[in-house]
C-alpha cells in the first residue's frame, strides 16, 4: 500500500497492486526433503514459530513425513490439518474447518501455512491463509502437474460454491513455491495427461521455440512411460528435460502475472492476464454439463483448446498448417477421454450463461498464430461459425 500525500494535503490511498516477488525453485534432488525447511526459513521472520502444513490423505501418506522432518530441522513447531481429498471438498464448509484448526493451534500473523498437495489444496490452504487474521504468510508446495506449472504460481486462491466454481477467493501470493519433481513419480497417468494438456496452452501462447520444447519432450518421452523414466539410466537427461520444461511454463506464467496481477478487467491485449483462459472457455462449459464429474480440469481444457485453436482458423487468424501441428501437438499428450452423450447446444447454453461473462457478452481467446493470442468479443464471431468450429473439433 503506498499513500501519497499532494500539495493540495489531498490524501489519496492507492493500493500498489505489485505485491513482494518470491522465489519458486524447481528441482529433482529431493528438494522436500533436503531443502524446504531452509527454503521457508530464509523466507519468514526470526519471529516465526510454528508451520501448518495442509494437505489431503493421500498426498500427506506420501509426502507428508518428508515435509515435517524438513520443516522441523530448520526449527519450526509443526502442526498438519488434512482436508478431504477431491474437487468438491474445496469450498466453505472446509475453509471454516482449517481456519478453525489454525485458530486452535495459536497460529499468530508471524507463522506460517505449507500447502501440500496438487492444485485443490493449495487453492483452499492459500485462501485460508490470505483470511485467517487478515492474512498470513504460505509457501505452496504443489505436488501434481497441474498445480507445478499453473495453480500455485500467481497468487489466486479460492473455493467453489453456489455461485460457481472458483468465484470466492483472494488473491493471495504466497511466500515462496518450492517444485519437486519427484513427486510426479506417484501422479497417475491421467493427472499427468491433464497437466499435460495446459502445458500445451502455455506453449501456445507463449512462443515458437516453447512450443517446440514441448513438441520435442512428449516425442522423447511418452507419457506413458512417464514412471519407468524416473527409474531408467536414462533418467538423469529425462529430469533435466522435464525441468526445463516445468521452468519454462513457471517463467511464462510468471511473466504474465506479474505484468497483471489482478486480471484487469479493460485489458485485452495479448499480454493480459486473461490469455491464460485459452481452452477455458469451452473447457469450464464441458465441465459444467458433466457435472464435474466425467471430465478432469486438464482433460476439459485440453477439448477447449481444440475449440479454441479451430475457431481461430476458421476465423482467417491462425493458419492450417499451425492448426494442423497444435492439434497434432495436444494429441501427442494421449487420448482424451470419448464425449457420449453431449449436445452441442447444450456445451454452447453452458457458455453463453458463464458467470465471469460481463452482461452482455464474453471474450473468446483464440490464436493470431503459435505464440500469439488474441482476444476476441463474441459478439463478433458469427454463431454458426462457433457451432461449427465446435462440432469439427470435439467430433460431435
Ligand atoms: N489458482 C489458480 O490459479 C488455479 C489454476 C488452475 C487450476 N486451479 C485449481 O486447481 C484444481 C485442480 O488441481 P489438480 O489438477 O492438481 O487436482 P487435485 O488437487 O484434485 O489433485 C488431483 C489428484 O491427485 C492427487 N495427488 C496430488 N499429488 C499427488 C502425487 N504427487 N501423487 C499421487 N497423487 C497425487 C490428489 O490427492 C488428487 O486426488 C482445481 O480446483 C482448479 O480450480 C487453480
Ligand atoms: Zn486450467
Request: charged share 25%; hydrophobic share 40%; aromatic share 8%.
Amino acid at each position: 500500500m503506498r499513500v501519497v500525500k499532494t500539495t493540495e494535503a489531498t490524501i489519496n490511498v492507492s493500493f500498489n497492486q505489485v505485491s513482494d516477488s518470491y522465489d519458486i525453485l524447481i528441482g529433482a534432488e529431493n528438494l522436500l526433503e533436503n531443502t524446504l525447511g531452509e527454503f521457508c526459513r530464509a523466507r519468514v521472520s526470526s519471529q516465526t514459530k510454528k508451520i501448518c502444513i495442509i494437505s489431503n490423505p493421500k498426498v500427506f501418506r506420501l509426502y507428508g513425513e518428508k515435509t515435517q522432518k524438513s520443516l522441523e530441522n530448520a526449527g519450526f513447531t509443526v502442526a498438519h490439518w488434512l482436508m478431504k481429498d477431491g474437487e468438491r471438498y474445496k469450498n466453505f464448509a472446509t475453509t471454516e474447518k482449517a481456519l478453525a484448526f489454525l485458530s486452535a493451534q495459536n497460529l499468530t500473523r508471524d507463522d506460517a501455512i505449507v500447502a501440500l498437495g496438487g492444485g485443490v489444496v493449495g487453492d483452499l490452504a492459500g485462501f485460508a491463509s490470505a483470511i485467517y487474521l487478515r492474512g498470513i504468510r504460505f509457501f505452496q508446495v504443489p505436488t501434481t502437474l497441474l498445480a507445478q506449472i499453473d495453480s500455485s504460481v500467481g497468487g489466486k486462491t479460492g473455493v467453489n460454491s453456489d455461485f460457481g466454481k472458483n468465484l470466492i477467493g483472494a488473491f493471495h501470493q504466497p511466500r515462496g513455491v518450492l517444485i519437486d519433481l519427484e513427486t510426479l513419480k506417484t501422479l497417475p497417468r491421467r493427472e499427468l495427461a491433464a497437466g499435460f494438456y495446459e502445458i500445451v496452452k502455455h506453449a501456445a501462447l507463449a512462443d515458437r521455440n516453447f512450443f517446440a520444447q514441448t513438441q520435442g519432450f512428449l516425442q522423447k518421452f511418452p507419457l506413458q512411460n512417464f514412471k519407468q523414466n524416473f527409474a531408467r539410466r536414462s533418467g538423469e537427461e529425462f529430469l533435466s528435460e522435464l525441468q526445463k520444461l516445468i521452468s519454462a511454463n513457471v517463467a511464462f506464467k510468471a511473466q504474465i502475472v506479474a505484468g497483471d496481477e489482478r486480471e484487469t478487467t479493460v485489458r485485452n491485449d495479448s499480454n493480459s492476464r486473461k490469455i491464460l483462459n485459452f481452452g477455458h472457455t469451452v473447457g469450464h462449459a464441458l465441465e459444467k454439463v458433466t457435472n464435474y464429474k466425467m471430465l478432469k480440469h486438464g482433460e476439459a481444457v485440453g477439448f477447449g483448446l481444440l475449440a479454441a485453436a479451430q475457431i481461430s482458423n476458421s476465423l482467417g487468424k491462425l493458419p492450417k498448417h499451425e492448426l494442423d501441428l497444435f492439434n497434432e501437438v495436444l494429441l501427442s499428450v494421449g487420448k482424451l477421454p470419448v464425449l457420449a452423450k453431449i449436445s452441442l447446444d447444450e456445451i454452447i447454453a453452458a457458455f453463453a450463461h458463464d458467470k465471469k461473462a460481463s452482461v452482455n457478452s464474453f471474450k473468446w481467446i483464440l490464436l493470431e498464430k503459435l505464440g500469439r493470442a488474441a482476444i476476441v468479443d463474441d459478439r463478433e464471431i458469427p454463431r454458426q461459425l462457433v457451432r461449427d468450429s465446435i462440432r469439427t473439433a470435439l467430433k460431435i
